[in-house]
Each structure stands twice: as C-alpha cells, then as structure tokens.
C-alpha cells in the first residue's frame, strides 16, 4: 500500500454519527412539531388513509379466523335455543291436542246427559241415575257393571236404559254395584210392540258372543212389518214400561218353507257405548199391593157351636 494514502481519519466503520442524546432530542422535537401541524392543518389525514386502505386487506385475513369462530359458535348456540324452543313447541301442542279430545269428549257427554235428563224428564216411573263402570268378565255373555247397588234401592229386575232408549235389565245387585244384562244376550227376552201396526212380539238376543242385535222370533211369516218400523216395550211383561224404544227393524227374511220370518233388528240404545244410565223401578214395585179380602163373621146356633 502505498504510504501517501495512509491519514489519520478513522475508517468508515468507526465513523461516529450525532450522538444519542442529539437524535432523541431531534426526533422528539420533530414529532412535536408534526403532531402541532397535523392538529392544526390535519396534514396527517391523508397518510392515515392511505395506510388504512393498504392494511385493510391484512386486517381482513387477520379477523377472518375470529369471525368464523364467532360465527360458528351463534350457529351452534342458535341450533341448540330453536331445537329447545321446538321441543317446548311440541310438547305445548301435545298438551293442545290433548285438551281438544277433551273438549271433545265432554261437549259429547254433557249433550248425552242432557238427552238423559230430557229423558228422565217424560218418565213417570222413579229413576235413579248411574255411571257404567266396566263390562262384565264372562266373554259369553253381554252384562255390563253400574255404580249403583242395593244401598242406593236398586232393585233386580230393574230396567236400565240410555238417553235413546232400552239398554237392558238388572239382573244381580250388590251392595253397591249391580250387574246389567243387556237386550243382546241370547238369555235376554224383551217384549215389544210395533208402532206403526200395532203387533206385539218377542225380542230376543242374538247367540253370537260379538252381535250387538236382536232377533223377533216366532212371527208369522206373513206378519205386517217391514225395515225400518220402530219397535217399543209393550208393557206386558210387569218389568218394562211401556212405550219405550227398543229396536228398529234392520231387515226380515222370508221363506217358503217356513211358517216363520226371520226378523233382525238394531237396538235403539247404544249397547256398546253408554256411559251414563238410568235405573228405574221394575213395574210390579210400582203395583199398589192388592187389599186383604174381609173375612165374613162366623154364625153361631143355638148350642153355640159354628
């Protein structure tokens, strides 16, 4: 190297700039001033924009991650109140529901009652009102059970009926249930008289354990009756009153080779589906008993003897 180019002057490495204190104190009073300029000639604003809208596409990818853990926990949150509120919803509706068979089934039996009290209302024979309980456990025979036994004066023999008509007879009473048997068991007899004609007959039950008919038997084949005719009690039997409605005729077959019709008929009352009844007195316990006849005085004669 040759010697004239070596001087005192430190290499640029070890150049010393202004001190720290210098640039603080420069800076400082450089920051001041922009800020005093920026209050008062608002210079700042359109660096500030142009930075907002050049860093607005960062921030966006920045939130996207929050955003989307924000929304997918409203989305769950959200799912989990409509699937609550539904279940809410639904069970309301089955309370509704339920209420509306209710109604229902009330409105049904209050316009049944009232029929019962209208029917009740043109009896002149005492009755006595009662609620069916269940039917009876024997498959082979149509009986149903009443609330009403022998402590509330039932009494067997009595006949039971609905807001519609006949039901049937009480056939076994207990302290405080009794046992009905209705018109369609094959050991129930009832006799009627036909409205329109005037004939009187035999109804009897039907053997079929699940028939809910009844059968006139021993009519001549002949006789004036046709589908349709209304058949009431005749009153003959010293149990039913008389006039009430029994049956109406359903269809009648005729055969040749027998002296006999073969008459089906369809019970007025709902033997199948009443609820409420009523019990009356049997028509004999209603008969005044008949007066003692007078015993005639004996005569004496003379040697005193009769």
């Not at 456990?137 to 009926?161: E, R, T």
Request: contains cysteine; aromatic residues 6%.
């Amino acid at each position: 190297m040759p010697l004239g180019t070596l001087n005192g002057a430190p290499p640029p490495f070890f150049r010393q700039g202004p001190s720290a204190l210098s640039k603080l104190l420069f800076f400082s009073a450089l920051a001041v001033l922009l800020m005093l300029a920026d209050l008062r000639l608002q210079l700042a604003a359109p660096i500030r924009t142009t930075l907002a809208t050049a860093l607005y596409p960062l921030q966006w990818l920045v939130l996207r991650p929050v955003t989307w853990l924000q929304s997918g926990g409203q989305y769950f949150q959200a799912l989990d109140s409509s699937q609550t509120k539904e279940a809410a919803a639904q069970y309301k509706l089955g309370l509704q529901s339920q209420r509306a068979l209710q109604v229902e089934q009330l409105s049904l039996e209050n316009k049944r009652l009232r029929a019962l009290l209208d029917m009740r209302e043109r009896l002149s024979a005492p009755a006595l009102a009662a609620q069916v309980l269940y039917d009876a456990a024997d498959p082979y025979a149509h009986k149903v059970i009443i609330d009403k036994g022998s402590m509330n004066a039932v009494q067997a023999g009595a006949p039971v009926l609905d807001e519609a008509g006949i039901l049937g007879q009480v056939t076994r009473v207990y302290p405080l249930t009794s046992e009905v048997t209705l018109l369609t068991d094959r050991h129930q007899v009832t006799p009627i008289l036909n409205v329109r004609t005037g004939v009187r007959g035999l109804a009897f039950g039907q053997s079929s354990t699940r028939s809910h008919q009844l059968e006139l038997r021993f009519m001549d084949a002949h006789a004036d009756m046709v589908a349709g005719d209304l058949l009431t009690t005749s009153g003959v039997d010293g149990v039913y009153p008389p006039g009430l409605p029994v049956a109406r005729v359903l269809k009648i077959e005729r055969q040749a080779d027998s002296a006999f019709a073969r008459i089906v008929c369809e019970p007025e009352a709902r033997v199948a589906g009443s609820l409420h009844v009523l019990v009356l007195q049997p028509i004999g316990a209603q008969v005044a008993p008949r007066p003692a006849e007078p015993v005639a005085p004996k005569v004496k004669t003379k040697a005193g003897k009769p």
